[in-house]
C-alpha cells in the first residue's frame, strides 16, 4: 500500500515535471512570435513615418503651387480690368467706329487677336520666346495679357 502510494506521487510529480516543461516551451514558441510581430510592427511604422514625411512634403508642395495660381489668378484679374477700361472708355460705339473706319478697326482687331491668341497659348504651357521675356517697354508688350506674356514689364 506503501509502494502504490508512492508511485502515485512520482507520477504526479512526473507529470508536474512534463507540464512545466511544456508550458516553458510554450512561452518559448510565443515570445518568438511576440518578437516576429514586434519586429513587424517597427518596420510598419518606420513605413508609415516615411509615408506622413511624404504626405507633409506634397502638401507644402500644394501650398505652394496654390499660391503661384492664385497670383497668377490675381495678374490675369488685373489684366481683365485694365481691358475693361479700355473697351468701355467714355461712349464708344466700336460699331459705329468699324463702319465709320472700317480698315483701321479691322487692324486693330486683327492685331488684338493675334495677341490673344498667344496668350491662349502661353497659358495652355506655351514657353516664353526671348523677346516676350525682355520686354520692358510699353510698345513691346503684349497688351492683351501682359503679366502672362512679359513677366519682366513693369507698368508705371
Known amino acids: 500500500m506503501f509502494g502504490g502510494v508512492r508511485l502515485f506521487f512520482i507520477g504526479i510529480i512526473i507529470t508536474t515535471v512534463l507540464g512545466a516543461g511544456a508550458?516553458?516551451?510554450?512561452?518559448?514558441?510565443?515570445?518568438?512570435?511576440?518578437?516576429?510581430?514586434?519586429?513587424?510592427?517597427?518596420?510598419?511604422?518606420?513605413?508609415?513615418?516615411?509615408?506622413i514625411e511624404n504626405q507633409k512634403k506634397d502638401f507644402a508642395q500644394i501650398l505652394e503651387t496654390n499660391k503661384q495660381m492664385n497670383a497668377l489668378i490675381n495678374n490675369l484679374k488685373k489684366d481683365i480690368e485694365a481691358l475693361d477700361k479700355r473697351f468701355n472708355k467714355g461712349d464708344r460705339d466700336i460699331g459705329k467706329l468699324a463702319i465709320e473706319k472700317s480698315k483701321v478697326i479691322e487692324r486693330i482687331i486683327n492685331k488684338a487677336s493675334d495677341k490673344a491668341a498667344r496668350c491662349m497659348e502661353i497659358a495652355s504651357g506655351s514657353p516664353l520666346t526671348k523677346e516676350e521675356m525682355n520686354a520692358t517697354k510699353k510698345s513691346e508688350i503684349n497688351t492683351e495679357c501682359p503679366s502672362l506674356a512679359n513677366p519682366n514689364y513693369i507698368p508705371y
Open 23 to 51: 508550458y516553458v516551451v510554450k512561452l518559448q514558441r510565443d515570445n518568438t512570435i511576440l518578437k516576429e510581430n514586434a519586429v513587424k510592427l517597427e518596420s510598419a511604422i518606420s513605413e508609415q513615418k516615411q509615408v
